[in-house]
């Protein structure tokens, strides 16, 4: 089955830990993003990349980190640095102008 | 800056009701119009993309339509299973391929 996963489904974080949430897609997509969304509000993008070893911030990079290694593979880093870091956060990959999303994880701040 | 704003936030209808969601956006050079269904604990699913005013998609109960400062979601008797959170988003020029999204509706169908 061709598709995006995100995994854990549940994290939880101590205060002042990293902590690394996995996106894999099998969709042969250049592009992927991440996403995070809080009640109430719209999806914020983070950060996106549109090939392999290249990244651009976005709108609410403070905090995070990502690594695109390889094509398949997008995965954010949650640092010590993101003061408020409980939200929903989801990843998408895109084949021309249309995004795709995986089913998310939820992280929260114990 | 540009935004996107949906309206209602809710939505209340009976099985069978028929009603619009309404996505009104600011952008300069609208590249593309994305319509998105969400149900509760699940990443968003892709319904439609539009481009130019005038534009219609259709999917089974739903049909989204397209203007230069909107765009509307009409839903066509719906029945308990369209309850969900509807997503708009739009693709600007200076956002590369990212989306800027608005808040949603969330719509509850009764049976």
């Known amino acids: 089955d061709g598709g995006i996963t995100q995994s854990p489904k549940y994290l939880f974080r101590k205060e002042g830990q990293n902590v690394t949430l996995s996106c894999e897609q099998n969709l042969n997509h250049d592009a992927m993003y991440w996403y995070r969304q809080d009640p109430g509000q719209g999806l914020r993008l983070i950060y996106y990349s549109q090939i392999v070893n290249d990244f651009q911030k976005g709108d609410i990079a403070e905090g995070y980190s990502v690594s695109r290694e390889k094509k398949e593979s997008f995965p954010l880093t949650v640092t010590s640095a993101q003061k408020n870091p409980t939200a929903f956060y989801l990843c998408?990959?895109?084949?021309?102008?249309?995004?795709?999303f995986g089913p998310g994880t939820r992280l929260t701040v114990l | 800056e540009d935004q996107v704003t949906q309206s209602p936030e809710a939505l209340r209808l009976q099985e069978g009701e028929s009603s619009s969601l309404n996505c009104s956006y600011t952008?300069?050079?609208?590249?593309?119009l994305f319509w998105y269904r969400q149900d509760p604990g699940k990443g968003p699913e892709f319904l439609f993309t539009?481009?130019?005013a005038g534009e219609e998609k259709e999917k089974e109960r739903l049909k989204a339509t397209l203007t230069k400062k909107e765009s509307f979601l009409h839903i066509t008797a719906p029945k308990p299973e369209d309850s969900a959170t509807y997503l708009c988003?739009?693709?600007?020029?200076?956002?590369?391929?990212?989306?800027?999204f608005g808040k949603g509706t969330t719509l509850s169908v009764s049976s």
């Open positions: 998408a990959s895109s084949v021309g102008d249309t995004q795709y």
């Open positions: 952008v300069s050079g609208l590249r593309g």
């Open positions: 539009l481009y130019s």
């Open positions: 988003a739009v693709q600007a020029p200076e956002a590369g391929t990212a989306l800027i």
